[in-house]
T-cell receptor, first 118, second 111 residues
C-alpha cells in the first residue's frame, strides 16, 4: 500500500516553544492531507484539512493561529504547534488518500507523532 | 451532527469469531471505514463499505445497512495479534474524504 511518513515520531518540549511536525507521502502525490489529534483513550479528532497551494481549512474549535499548517508541495504538509502548552500534549496523526490503482478511497495514515509538553 | 456508537470493550477467545457493531446517525453518508489501531500506533485500513451488503477480505468481513445506519466488522479465526482497537469511521458529505471516527472498540483476545 501507499506510505505516509511523519517526523519526528516523538518530541518533548518546554512550554511556550513551537514544534513542527512533517507529514510526507512517499510514493504518491497528495493534494489533500488531513491532521488528526488523539488524546489517550479517545477517538481521532480531525483538526484540519491541508490543501496544497491554498489555505488549510480548520474544524470548529481548532485555533488556526495556534496550529499552523503549510502544504508546501504535493508530498509534504507541515503542522506547527505554536507556543505549546501541556494541554497540547497528544498523539498527532496525518493522513492522505491514494486514488487509482485499486486503492480507491483508501486513507493511509502516518505513524503518528507523540508530543509531550512539559 | 455526527454520532457514531460502538462498544468500548470486547473480549473473545483465540480461534473464535467476534462481531463488532457500529451504529451511526449522521447528516449524510458517503461511505464507512473500519480501521485497526494498536496502542500507540496509527490506524491501518481494514475495509470500506459504501453499498449495502457484506465485503469479505480474508479473515475480516464488513457489513453495511444504510437504511438502518448500521455496520459490523466480523473477525474470524481470532489470533492474539488481533488484540487492538477497531475504529468505525463515517465519511461526511459533501466530502468524499473527511471522516468522523467513533471512539473505537478495544478488543482483547485471550487464549
Amino acid at each position: 500500500g501507499a506510505v505516509v511518513s511523519q517526523h519526528p515520531s516523538r518530541v518533548i518540549c518546554k512550554s511556550g516553544t513551537s514544534v513542527k511536525i512533517e507529514c510526507r507521502s512517499l510514493d504518491f502525490q497528495a493534494t489533500t492531507m488531513f491532521w488528526y489529534r488523539q488524546f489517550p483513550k479517545q477517538s481521532l479528532m480531525l483538526m484540519a484539512t491541508s490543501n496544497e497551494g491554498s489555505k488549510a481549512t480548520y474544524e470548529q474549535g481548532v485555533e488556526k493561529d495556534k496550529f499552523l499548517i503549510n502544504h508546501a508541495s504535493l508530498t509534504l504538509s507541515t503542522l506547527t504547534v505554536t507556543s505549546a502548552h501541556p494541554e497540547d500534549s497528544s498523539f498527532y496523526i496525518c493522513s492522505a488518500y491514494a486514488s487509482g490503482g485499486g486503492r480507491h478511497n483508501e486513507q493511509f495514515f502516518g505513524p503518528g507523532t507523540r508530543l509531550t509538553v512539559l | 451532527g455526527q454520532n457514531i456508537d460502538q462498544p468500548t470493550e470486547m473480549t473473545a477467545t483465540e480461534g473464535a469469531i467476534v462481531q463488532i457493531n457500529c451504529t451511526y446517525q449522521t447528516s449524510g453518508f458517503n461511505g464507512l471505514f473500519w480501521y485497526q489501531q494498536h496502542a500507540g500506533e496509527a490506524p491501518t485500513f481494514l475495509s470500506y463499505n459504501v453499498l449495502d451488503g457484506l465485503e469479505e477480505k480474508g479473515r475480516f468481513s464488513s457489513f453495511l445497512s444504510r437504511s438502518k445506519g448500521y455496520s459490523y466488522l466480523l473477525l474470524k479465526e481470532l489470533q492474539m495479534k488481533d488484540s487492538a482497537s477497531y475504529l468505525c469511521a463515517v465519511i461526511r458529505p459533501p466530502s468524499y474524504q473527511k471522516v468522523t471516527f467513533g471512539i473505537g472498540t478495544k478488543l482483547q483476545v485471550i487464549p
